[in-house]
């Protein structure tokens, strides 16, 4: 059995292994002379790590959307690969929604000075989304609300440095909720355009989604780091629900990360971030759960100590559970010289054996 990614963004070495693999050239060649097909931040730096949402819809490809040049690429994998589809090897696909192939704006970079915990930025200063928020605020009847938060601090900022994501700040204002409902829905709506046609390309094959788990300044009211990812998560709101509700409506599974974080461990190495990974999976496993589908996942950095390995274990079979919910699939990441040394390998051992039930001293 054999699952697949559909990658729709550029691999810059940051998810543990020394590869950099870019966009098609055709791609970027497009790209020099018109930039406002990659997403933008307020100060006009673009990001090539993945194509804008805003162009989802715009024939600026060679003539084509760029939903379209994904649905082209899935269905030409589709009947390239057909022996072994029909053979059933390949049992799952994964479609890349985004940055790192997750459902989110790109809005910590790091090649643009981001740095953790940082609240990170909006992405949505490219010319077509600009344009889709224009006619978001026409349609509201409030013209003058069309524009990005202003007060937002920049990559690196805490949420109480800035007016808008403090408590009581803008971002629960009448103009902040507009903002942040547009944001988010363009996210939601990207991944909606683009999983409809992964269910065409892939008639009968499991597909799932993966989504990034945000979990630093969980703790404040806003959520600064979610919001500008474009999770509309604050304190009085579930910004998940929303998102399991689009992948259920094209029977798509969830993917989703760092479920063997303690929240004990990150106040002890970044008090200041005011991070809770703990609260984050369970909201979101349950927001998943709830929407009745399957749910998958992995663990964020390397993870050798019984602790860790303890996490995924109670995330991947919650106790008591009345309706016997559990994870259906877990990614172990990976395979590496420091998890073959023989004490790494034994708890690893351990915790496998663990994971498929069988009782262990």
Same mark, same amino acid.
């Given at each position: 059995? !054999?699952?697949?990614?559909?990658?729709?963004?550029?691999?810059?070495?940051?998810?543990?292994?020394?590869?950099?693999?870019? $966009?098609?050239?055709?791609?970027?060649?497009?790209?020099?002379?018109?930039?406002?097909?990659?997403?933008?931040?307020?100060?006009?730096? +673009?990001?090539?790590?993945?194509?804008?949402?805003?162009?989802?819809?715009? +024939?600026? $490809?060679?003539?084509?959307?760029?939903?379209?040049?994904?649905?082209?690429?899935? +269905?030409?994998?589709?009947?390239?690969?057909?022996?072994?589809?029909?053979? &059933?090897?390949?049992?799952? =696909?994964?479609?890349?929604? &985004?940055?790192?192939?997750?459902?989110?704006?790109?809005?910590?970079?790091?090649?643009?000075?981001?740095?953790?915990?940082?609240? &990170?930025?909006?992405?949505?200063?490219?010319?077509?989304?600009?344009?889709?928020?224009?006619?978001?605020?026409?349609?509201?009847?409030?013209?003058?609300?069309?524009?990005?938060?202003?007060?937002?601090?920049?990559?690196?900022? *805490?949420?109480?440095?800035?007016?808008?994501?403090?408590?009581?700040?803008?971002?629960?204002?009448?103009?902040?909720?507009?903002?942040?409902?547009?944001?988010?829905?363009?996210?939601?709506?990207?991944?909606? /355009?683009?999983?409809?046609?992964?269910?065409?390309?892939?008639?009968?094959?499991?597909?799932?989604?993966? =989504?990034?788990?945000?979990?630093?300044?969980?703790?404040?009211?806003?959520?600064?780091?979610?919001?500008? *990812?474009?999770?509309?998560?604050?304190?009085?709101?579930?910004?998940?629900?929303?998102?399991?509700?689009?992948?259920?409506?094209?029977?798509?599974?969830?993917?989703?990360?760092?479920?063997?974080?303690?929240?004990?461990?990150?106040?002890?190495?970044?008090?200041?971030?005011?991070?809770?990974?703990?609260?984050?999976?369970?909201? @979101?496993?349950?927001?998943?759960?709830?929407?009745?589908?399957?749910?998958?996942?992995?663990?964020? $950095?390397?993870?050798?100590?019984?602790?860790?390995?303890?996490?995924?274990?109670?995330?991947?079979?919650?106790?008591?559970?009345?309706?016997? +919910?559990? $994870?259906?699939?877990?990614?172990?990441?990976? !395979?590496?010289? *420091?998890?073959?040394? /023989?004490?790494?390998?034994?708890?690893?051992?351990?915790? @496998?054996?663990?994971?498929?039930?069988?009782?262990?001293?």
């Amino acid at each position: 059995m !054999l699952p697949v990614v559909m990658s729709f963004h550029k691999c810059g070495g940051n998810v543990g292994d020394d590869v950099h693999i870019p $966009l098609p050239k055709w791609v970027t060649e497009i790209g020099q002379t018109n930039p406002d097909i990659y997403f933008t931040d307020r100060e006009g730096r +673009r990001n090539t790590e993945c194509l804008t949402w805003g162009i989802d819809k715009e +024939r600026v $490809l060679k003539g084509r959307t760029a939903v379209e040049a994904y649905f082209d690429y899935m +269905r030409s994998f589709r009947v390239e690969f057909d022996e072994f589809f029909e053979a &059933g090897i390949i049992s799952e =696909i994964e479609v890349g929604l &985004g940055p790192c192939g997750e459902l989110r704006y790109p809005s910590y970079p790091a090649e643009h000075g981001w740095k953790y915990p940082g609240i &990170g930025e909006f992405q949505c200063y490219d010319k077509y989304l600009m344009k889709s928020l224009s006619k978001a605020a026409e349609l509201r009847g409030h013209l003058f609300w069309a524009k990005c938060p202003n007060n937002a601090g920049s990559y690196n900022s *805490a949420p109480y440095e800035t007016r808008f994501f403090c408590d009581g700040g803008d971002y629960d204002s009448y103009y902040g909720r507009f903002f942040l409902n547009w944001y988010s829905r363009v996210l939601i709506d990207h991944g909606d /355009r683009v999983l409809a046609l992964a269910n065409l390309a892939f008639e009968g094959t499991c597909i799932s989604a993966k =989504i990034s788990g945000i979990h630093w300044w969980y703790k404040t009211a806003s959520h600064a780091a979610e919001l500008t *990812a474009g999770f509309y998560n604050p304190s009085n709101r579930d910004g998940y629900a929303p998102i399991a509700a689009m992948l259920s409506k094209h029977g798509v599974g969830l993917n989703f990360t760092c479920v063997e974080m303690r929240t004990l461990d990150q106040n002890e190495d970044f008090p200041e971030a005011l991070a809770d990974p703990e609260g984050l999976v369970w909201q @979101v496993l349950n927001a998943a759960w709830d929407a009745c589908i399957p749910v998958a996942s992995e663990n964020a $950095l390397p993870c050798y100590d019984r602790e860790g390995y303890n996490k995924i274990l109670e995330n991947a079979k919650p106790r008591h559970d009345p309706d016997g +919910r559990h $994870l259906s699939v877990f990614t172990y990441l990976r !395979l590496s010289p *420091a998890l073959m040394e /023989r004490h790494n390998f034994i708890e690893f051992e351990r915790f @496998v054996k663990r994971m498929h039930g069988e009782a262990v001293k």
